[in-house]
């Protein structure tokens, strides 16, 4: 067998329509009407106050742990958008103004935060999964899911989100393999932020680009400026027809940046530059939105400044209604299995007896020695 | 009534739950076209067609993973890990999503699936194809396991894990596969999850065990009686969670002595939590210190030793006798 270059089906393309001073690419630019833009706009606007006062929230010890999605609202945005209700999306835990886009309460976003269950039940009439923390697993259900949505032939589709360190999981990798190989109709975001905590991109992979692993997978990868929200928009909508038709699997790698920490729990500035974060804060992907916006005369500082005003009273409201929820102390039990096993209603039986005795009731320790618990229980 | 062996009654299930629910599907690793390295699958991509037979890449964290998600998507996928050893692999979506997700959304997205393996030692096969580690799995809140003995609850145990709305990890005993014939009912039987079988009542001694360990332990009964005129009870587990407590304990009631026997090691082993149990709800009952005939804590031997490192019928004698002589 003679020696050649091998010519690959598949390819990777670039797109960006908007630059970083909200500059148009007129022959890319979406048709989409006023009232729409204004949407999205508020869409991303709500994300970045949200993740705002969940950083005010976590250092006021209101919440835990946050892990905020600052500069990366376009990239996540883009995705949902295009969905319809009945498709699918899932979720890593950096796609807040997805989520709330898709309908998800902001109560309950911050009550998963607030360390409650509750906050991964998916609200009824959403089809979308929880936050998800194990980096890439979400890829192998998302897989799952788009199977469904193939073997049920009801045009649905669905997007799953991952980050640069999680395309160095296996399950990225079994995913995206099992996508390719059964045709799934499932778009992967890569959301790469440039950091994996305190790894840079380029130490996370040697690929030029993490779109270009779509074609060792036998399909296309798309590689987009993450904070033009024009273009997520447009890949990720092409991408979905696509899926949508029966073209199988893309993977978009969203190029953004983490402006923030990765979670609370660290401080970047012992791994990288306050250079390297003022450079991409010129990119931001809301301020060249809004600069594109003012251009089309779609929106003017007024009506920011009302949208600002509401937006604010809805972050407000929703940190009060998360604020009221009381998790029931026993409901852990209830949920283990569909029917408790004796085993466990025994152990509920100890657990009562256990607060029953902290709560002061039978013959226990007053309840003032652990008021958290006390209030709990009663 | 038909003669089955373990791997024709495992197929029976599976063909008689998938005739009755299009959303059943099977996922795994040469379970179509070859019908599976056991057979287990035998006819059923003919039956079903490769939508709900599926052969599947070489990925057990995927054949899990896929499944939790088209358990979301409202299907019921029987995932098969080739071997047990393999299913390591599946391990992190088995223990982060699909013995999590009822509880974390509260109801709202539940894990309806079953991972089949073959477990165990006794086919004089090559390295890590031979483990028992079903404690592993045990461990885990919000699975249940279940490992059958023979042909007939062999059938009915899948056919209760596949229906079961909860999550389920069901061990077959690879060495029982085509060890002997049962007679099994024509029409589909199922049976609860989670109660043992006092398979043989006795007077003297309780033995505990489960899967291929029941071999051994009814061979140890017979000649139990007949050399020794020691009564034996012989319970068999059926499932290591739920664990049948009152079983356990109301048989420990009456005999006053109990033997465990599993091929699985020692340290932290099923057996270990199986007298954790009768210490709590029967200890004055007890006449004689519990004894355990387990795998030992190494290593499983490769297949030319391992014969002499499985519990046989006489390591369970030594220890019934030591147990009811003491």
């Not at chain 1, 030029?208 to 997978?217: D, E, G, M, P």
């Not at chain 1, 296309?220 to 033009?228: K, L």
């Not at chain 2, 099977?26 to 287990?40: N, T």
């Not at chain 2, 609860?192 to 003297?204: L, M, N, T, Y």
Request: glycine residues 8%; proline residues 6%; charged residues 25%.
């Amino acid at each position: 067998m003679p020696r050649g270059k091998i010519e690959l089906e598949n390819y990777v393309e670039s797109l960006s329509i908007l630059d970083a001073e909200g500059n148009v690419d007129s022959s890319l630019e979406p048709k989409l009407e006023p009232q729409e833009l204004r949407k999205i706009l508020r869409a991303m606007l709500l994300a970045r106050r949200y993740d705002e006062r969940m950083l005010k929230l976590q250092r006021q010890g209101r919440i835990g742990t946050y892990g905020p999605a600052l500069g990366q609202e376009a990239a996540s945005l883009g995705p949902a958008y295009v969905l319809s209700k009945n498709d699918w999306l899932v979720p890593s835990f950096r796609e807040p103004a997805a989520m709330l886009y898709r309908g998800w309460p902001m109560e309950r976003l911050i009550l998963w935060w607030g360390g409650n269950e509750i906050g991964a039940r998916t609200p009824d009439g959403v089809r979308d999964t929880p936050i998800c923390v194990p980096v890439a697993s979400q890829c192998l259900y998302g897989a799952g899911i788009a199977w469904g949505c193939k073997l049920r032939h009801d045009g649905t589709v669905a997007v799953c989100f991952v980050g640069d360190g999680g395309t160095s999981e296996g399950d990225f990798h079994e995913a995206m393999n099992v996508a390719g190989a059964f045709n799934l109709p499932l778009v992967c975001i890569i959301q790469n932020n440039q950091w994996a905590i305190s790894l840079p991109r380029k130490k996370q992979s040697a690929a030029t680009t993490l779109a270009q692993k779509a074609i060792s997978y036998g399909f296309n990868g798309m590689q987009v400026d993450g904070n033009d929200i024009l273009a997520m928009i447009t890949a990720a909508g092409e991408a979905v027809d696509r899926a949508r038709r029966g073209g199988g699997p893309t993977i978009i790698e969203a190029v953004t940046y983490r402006l923030g920490v990765h979670t609370t729990a660290d401080d970047p500035k012992k791994y990288r530059t306050e250079e390297e974060v003022e450079q991409w804060k010129c990119r931001d992907p809301l301020s060249r939105f809004y600069k594109y916006l003012k251009k089309r005369g779609v929106l003017d500082d007024k009506a920011r400044d009302v949208m600002e005003e509401e937006i604010g009273a809805e972050i407000t409201a929703a940190v009060e209604n998360a604020e009221k929820y009381e998790p029931d102390i026993l409901e852990p039990f209830h949920h283990c299995f569909e029917t408790m096993p004796n085993y466990l209603e025994a152990q509920l039986g100890e657990f009562r007896a256990y607060l029953d005795a902290a709560s002061g009731g039978e013959g226990g320790a007053s309840g003032q020695d652990n008021p958290a618990l006390y209030r709990q229980v009663h | 009534m038909a003669q089955l062996t373990m791997a024709k009654a495992l197929n029976l299930a599976m063909r008689e739950a998938m005739a009755e629910d299009p959303t059943v599907l099977i996922l795994g690793q040469d379970v179509g076209q070859d019908e599976g390295v056991f057979r287990i699958t035998e006819g059923l991509l003919k039956e079903f067609g490769p939508d709900r037979v599926v052969d599947f890449p070489v990925a057990e964290s995927a054949i899990a993973g896929v499944s939790v998600g088209l358990c979301m998507a409202g299907f019921k996928p029987i995932a098969e890990m080739q071997f047990s050893g393999f299913g390591y692999h599946a391990f992190h979506q088995i223990e982060n999503h699909a013995s999590r997700f009822r509880n974390r959304t509260r109801g709202r997205f539940t894990c309806p699936m079953v991972v089949r393996m073959p477990y165990g030692a006794g086919i004089r096969a090559i390295e890590h194809h031979s483990e028992s580690r079903e404690a592993i799995w045990a461990h885990l809140p919000g699975l249940k396991v279940v490992i059958p003995s023979g042909p007939r609850n062999a059938r009915a145990l899948l056919r209760a894990s596949i229906f079961d709305p909860d999550p389920v990890m069901f061990y077959e005993p690879k060495a029982c596969y085509r060890a002997f014939k049962e007679e099994v009912p024509e029409q589909p039987e199922t049976m609860e999850i989670g109660k043992a079988q006092v398979v043989r009542a006795g007077s003297d001694v309780t033995i505990i065990s489960y899967g291929a360990s029941m071999r051994p332990v009814l061979e140890a009964a017979d000649e139990l009686m007949e050399e020794y005129q020691i009564d034996a009870e012989l319970i068999d587990l059926l499932s290591l969670v739920p664990l049948d407590t009152e079983a356990i304990t109301a048989s420990v009631k009456k005999t006053g002595r109990c033997v465990v026997v599993h091929e699985a090691p020692r340290n932290c082993g099923p057996a270990a939590e199986i007298i954790a149990r009768i210490v709590e709800n029967a200890l004055m009952y007890l006449e004689a210190p519990v004894q355990r005939v387990t795998g030992y804590d190494l290593v499983m031997p490769f297949f030319n030793l391992e014969r002499a490192y499985l519990p046989d019928s006489t390591k369970v004698i030594t220890a019934v006798k030591e147990v009811v002589n003491f």
